[in-house]
């Protein structure tokens, strides 16, 4: 003869499915808040209208400018490049700036220089994306950081032109198309 009720498997069965129903739940919460589908999104990066604002513009240093949507999911994976490219060009005079979406609020873990306004920049398309003055003020490079859904040095447009910049190489990509994880800028 058996000892079990069926009170006492009643109660198991309950625990198991109720179990079974939190777990589903913390899952169902996790991928809904930290996993977001790569959108393939192809985007032109038309720098034409970039200019910087006064007391940057002219010759002086190589300026890096950061375009940040703090709510855009897609500046998840470049904040770690970001950080590296900081670590490696600050220290042979490169300056880094950061321009934030208009009406967002937020506080972008690297130090960066905010740029209040940065004319030409409500034309943005999309954010992530960066803007490269060469030393004489000339806009050399306007774009997304990669392709893809994440960047890091290995995929980064951001290095190869930074180093032909600090050898002196004129560089001229203002415009670019690509395929990536991109935020709308503007509204």
Same mark, same amino acid.
């Given at each position: ?6 009170c &006492?498997? *009643? ?7 109720l179990?079974?129903?939190?777990? +589903?739940?913390? @899952?169902?919460?996790f991928?809904?808040? @930290? !996993? ?6 192809t985007?032109?990066?038309? &720098?034409?209208? $970039?200019r ?5 513009? &002219?010759?002086?240093?190589?300026? %890096?400018v950061?375009? +940040?949507?703090?709510?855009c999911?897609c500046?998840?994976g ?11 060009? #600050?220290? $042979? *005079?490169v300056? =880094? ?5 208009? *009406?967002?609020?937020g ?10 306004h ?9 954010s ?10 000339r806009?050399?490079? =306007?774009g997304? @950081?990669?392709? &893809?859904? %994440?960047?890091?040095?290995s995929?980064?447009f951001?290095?190869p032109i930074?180093?032909?910049? !600090?050898?002196?190489?004129?560089v001229?990509a203002?415009? #670019? !198309?690509?395929?990536g994880?991109?935020?709308? +800028?503007? *509204?």
């Amino acid at each position: 003869m058996s000892n079990s009720s069926p009170c &006492g498997s *009643g109660l198991v069965l309950l625990a198991i499915l109720l179990c079974t129903a939190v777990l +589903w739940w913390a @899952y169902d919460s996790f991928q809904a808040r @930290y !996993l977001r589908p790569f959108d393939n999104q192809t985007t032109l990066f038309d &720098g034409s209208q $970039l200019r910087l604002p006064d007391d940057l513009a &002219g010759p002086g240093p190589i300026r %890096v400018v950061h375009f +940040w949507d703090p709510a855009c999911p897609c500046n998840v994976g470049n904040q770690q490049h970001l950080g590296e490219l900081l670590d490696h060009f #600050t220290p $042979l *005079g490169v300056s =880094f700036h950061l321009a934030q979406k208009p *009406g967002s609020h937020g506080q972008l873990l690297a130090s960066l220089d905010a740029i209040a306004h940065l004319p030409g920049s409500e034309h943005l398309p999309a954010s992530p994306a960066v803007a490269i003055w060469d030393r004489q003020g000339r806009l050399a490079y =306007f774009g997304p @950081y990669s392709e &893809g859904a %994440v960047c890091n040095s290995s995929n980064s447009f951001i290095e190869p032109i930074l180093r032909a910049l !600090l050898e002196d190489r004129q560089v001229s990509a203002s415009n #670019t !198309l690509a395929v990536g994880c991109y935020c709308p +800028w503007a *509204g």
